[in-house]
């Protein structure tokens, strides 16, 4: 069982700068692999960054490559998303996302999910 709490969202211009950050409570964080979706105003859930539970490798979809950074301190159980160069196609919820299986979380079938945290971009 993992509780994933998300933070550090909020309104940003364009061009700017976010950190959003996934606190996980539970049994075998570092077990996990850990990723970001986001659902911007009327658009279905978008994959947006995975990395693998020892931080080998990290994935991202081709709208935030480049821009977006996935990292995760298994030491402070914790992920987190650096998000730069932001865009107002940026704005959603975005939600944390854990499981022991990539590809189930890869494809949002994955066992657990933060509530959220609104992003906003402004232009």
């Known amino acids: 069982q993992v509780q994933l709490v998300e933070s550090g969202g909020g309104l940003v211009q364009a061009g700017g700068s976010l950190r959003l950050s996934c606190a996980a409570s539970?049994?075998?964080?570092?077990?996990?692999?850990m990723g970001w979706f986001r659902r911007a105003p009327g658009k279905e859930r978008e994959f947006v960054a995975a990395?693998?539970?020892?931080?080998?490798?990290?994935y991202y979809a081709d709208s935030v490559k480049g821009r977006f950074t996935i990292s995760r301190d298994n030491a402070k159980n914790t992920v987190y998303l650096q998000m730069n160069s932001l865009k107002s196609e940026d704005t959603a919820v975005y939600y944390c996302a854990a499981d022991s299986s990539l590809a189930e979380l890869r494809v949002g079938r994955n066992d657990y999910w933060g509530q959220g945290i609104q992003v906003t971009v402004s232009s």
């Open positions: 990395i693998t539970w020892n931080g080998s490798t990290t």
């Open positions: 539970g049994r075998a964080f570092s077990s996990r692999n």
